[in-house]
């Protein structure tokens, strides 16, 4: 059928849209496959779902593996995955009779790797040095930059197939991001069976259920399968009818009982039920086609060597009507079995990496069109800005202006009228947990909090502040831009950007305090001469988005309520 349509000249490349409908999910096992061994790209709707797919079965293994170091098959499974490829013999030699020992250790037992064959100790070592310090920041890194990390390491995307496994790697390092770094394997393999297979690339062939094909339409409709028979339904231990004056129960015959006449009856009515069923998903099926419509079936011989389709498939439905213009087929001759010299030992199917596999080189530097050795001109020197002159030895007021910038990012986002001074005392244990992560000591911890306390409700409490994080056209928050200034590359986080009147304005905060005897102006004068290269530069990045918008720059100071404002031109 699909061939039939490629040859059409009457309808365009682009409308001939292709479906393949099918009575359950169960029909397409072999399908499927054999779509994909013939090259046609096809989108399964709803099909297959995620968790069964190679790729996410490997990263799943391999993210169980990491939570859990006892999590036997999930590291028996690691061994086998295609970055590995162990053979099952030295998986055997490592692990058969270590029952009592987790894979980990096993696999740094020097007697256990002398027990293995050269190519599988070459291979379990590599995959040893990549978990081994994969394992050394658990808890210190997100866990999908851990496993992602480790896949990277181990030469995953070198293992894919086709384009869509990196879709189902990108899908499945996404969803743990969602979850969150407190979960475990139960939990992850629950959010998993929710999610489906993503759509191959360029796909021309949709693949669904009858009943997901509702209110569709496609040139060509490809029925297979119509002689299969669905799985029957076991005896129900109840049946019922629910009538307009009464409602009719009949239970399951007893042991050594035959059926009452009433669950009989019931029964026979749900099966007519069945039927009509059956020729409604027929009547959607055949409707859907706009052009051709292939109806597919294998019909099996009777007792009398005659054709006759099971009466529970839907081709007994059509059978009344088709029968008599149904030709047998040709006798088909068997082939000649095969010589034992010809039988060719099978082929292993286990996918793994070259054992000389080695990560691609990285790609060459940009060229740049000055030396960076020169001095850097004003619309380039922010480049060379460090931020570590403010704060040399305690790294405190360096996290303290980092929890500060996500709180008031969140403020933005989620708009000012949800916050208040009540809200974030309440937010205090967070935070606190926060500024742990980030590094910050146990003894520090109250003076740090009662810093990013009062920087946040002073810029909830200040006009200023409140201007800064209100609603504006086209606002953002951590502004990630990059682009090439005076022929240099260069890349910004803009803390804060919005459109007010015609103006486009860009914002940095800043937690930094005036020193001992320093007057505020002073500090502000300081600071605004030590951030314009910075800002500035922002705004050659900007001006080249939208060369027409006049751009003016801020600091805004939440600790202090300070703020400075310019244009570029104001200090050309």
Known sequence: ALAQLENDSEVKLADRSVAILVRSRGHLTRILPGLRAAGIPFQAVEIEQLPDQPMVQ?????????????????????????????????EHALAGDGAETTLWQCLNEPARLVALGEVGRTRLL??????????????????????EGAW????????????????????????????????????????LKELFAPPESGACVQVMTIHKSKGLQFHTVIVPGLARVPRGNDNQL???????????????????????PLYTWLRRIQDARGSYEDGRLLYVAATRAIRRLHLLAEVPLDKDGGWQPPAPSLLARLWPGIKDRVEPPAPVTAAPAPESSDLLPPRSTLRRLPLDWRPPAPPP?????????????????????????WYEGDETP???????????????REGLEGWSAERLHRAEPALRRSLRELGVAERMLDEAIARVV??????????????????????????????????????????????????????DYKTAEPAAGETLADFLDRQQEHYRPQLEGYADLLTA???????????????????????VSDMA
């Open 126 to 147: 590599r995959l040893r040095e990549v978990l081994r310090v994969s394992l050394a920041v658990s808890g210190r890194v997100s866990l999908r930059r851990q496993v």
């Open 545 to 567: 988005l939208d060369p027409d918008r006049p751009v003016r720059l801020g600091l805004y100071f939440p600790l202090l309520g300070g703020w400075r404002e310019w244009s």
């Open 238 to 260: 109840l049946l019922w009818l629910e009538r307009e004056v009464d409602l009719l129960l009949a239970p399951i015959k007893g042991v050594g009982e035959q059926d009452s």
């Open 365 to 389: 530097g940009l060229p740049v069109g000055q030396s960076l050795a020169r001095p850097l001109s004003r619309r380039a020197a922010w480049q060379e800005e460090t931020g570590n002159g």
């Open 58 to 90: 490997h990263l799943l293994a391999l993210t169980r593996a990491l939570l859990h170091p006892a999590d036997r098959i999930a590291w028996l499974a690691e061994l086998r995955a295609p970055w590995c490829g162990l053979s099952l013999g030295d």
């Open 454 to 507: 009062r920087a946040v409700e002073g810029s909830l409490a200040d006009p200023r502040g409140r201007w800064i994080l209100a609603a504006h056209e086209d606002a953002r928050c951590e502004w990630a831009l990059a682009g090439v200034i005076g022929g240099i590359p260069v890349s910004a986080v803009i803390d804060r950007s919005f459109i007010d009147g015609n103006t486009r304005w860009i914002i």
């Open 398 to 412: 360096r996290h303290v202006g980092t929890l500060v910038h996500r709180l008031l990012e969140h403020i933005a």
């Open 152 to 191: 990277l390491a181990l030469g995953g995307p070198a293992c894919v197939q086709s384009a869509r496994e990196l879709e189902e790697a990108r899908i499945f390092f996404d969803l743990l991001d969602a979850l969150g770094d407190e979960l475990d394997a139960a939990t992850l393999e629950q959010a």
